[in-house]
């Protein structure tokens, strides 16, 4: 879990918010209040915004193809009472899906999943394969098949576990 630059777009919400959970040391960034603080949540939300996470986090493991790290309730069935409405710029006629509510953060995500979809950038969203990283990250790789948050990281680590493997 290098430092990459953030996916485009209210992805990068959808991909801070995964990545509130570094797996390898347990810390959780909703555990404090700047934490929660960043997206809006109290911390009587603080479970269902986990359920989000963990959601969020199964979806960009199936975009890389990998079945997901435990069992979650299914996103579109977290999302699916997310307020959302067309707004649409007077000056330029441009439309965009918002959140009705702009402080709920299922409203938000649901917003970003919407307009990513549309874009066509949503299954560029991953999280890592590593089973100790599950980093969410955002693949620009020419033919979108990153497996790693950081080749330099998770990458060096699976080749060498690999390495090892065939010499042993």
């Given at each position: 879990?290098?430092?990459?630059?953030?996916?485009?777009?209210?992805?990068?919400?959808?991909e801070a918010?995964?990545?509130?959970?570094?797996?390898?040391?347990?810390?959780?960034?909703?555990?404090?209040?700047?934490?929660?603080?960043?997206?809006?949540?109290?911390?009587?939300?603080?479970?269902?915004?986990?359920?989000?996470?963990?959601?969020?986090?199964?979806?960009?493991?199936?975009?890389?193809?990998?079945?997901?790290?435990?069992?979650?309730?299914?996103?579109?069935?977290?999302?699916?009472?997310?307020p959302l409405?067309?707004?649409?710029?007077?000056?330029?006629?441009?439309?965009?899906?918002?959140?009705?509510?702009?402080?709920?953060?299922?409203?938000?995500?649901?917003?970003?999943?919407?307009?990513?979809?549309?874009?066509?950038?949503?299954?560029?969203?991953?999280?890592?394969?590593?089973?100790?990283?599950?980093?969410?990250?955002?693949?620009?790789?020419?033919?979108?098949?990153?497996?790693?948050?950081?080749?330099?990281?998770?990458?060096?680590?699976?080749?060498?576990?690999?390495?090892?493997?065939?010499?042993?």
């Open positions: 879990m290098t430092e990459r630059s953030p996916a485009p777009g209210g992805l990068a919400l959808v918010l995964v990545n509130t959970l570094d797996i390898e040391s347990g810390a959780d960034a909703l555990d404090t209040a700047e934490g929660r603080a960043r997206f809006g949540v109290t911390p009587e939300e603080t479970d269902r915004v986990r359920d989000l996470r963990e959601s969020l986090r199964a979806a960009l493991l199936a975009h890389a193809g990998h079945p997901p790290h435990r069992a979650v309730t299914p996103l579109g069935e977290l999302l699916a009472t997310a409405v067309v707004t649409v710029d007077p000056a330029t006629g441009s439309a965009a899906l918002a959140p009705a509510d702009g402080r709920c953060l299922h409203a938000r995500v649901a917003a970003a999943v919407a307009e990513s979809l549309i874009s066509g950038a949503w299954s560029r969203l991953k999280a890592c394969e590593a089973a100790d990283c599950h980093w969410a990250y955002y693949d620009r790789s020419p033919a979108g098949r990153g497996r790693w948050c950081s080749m330099q990281v998770c990458g060096a680590r699976a080749k060498m576990r690999r390495y090892r493997a065939k010499e042993g």
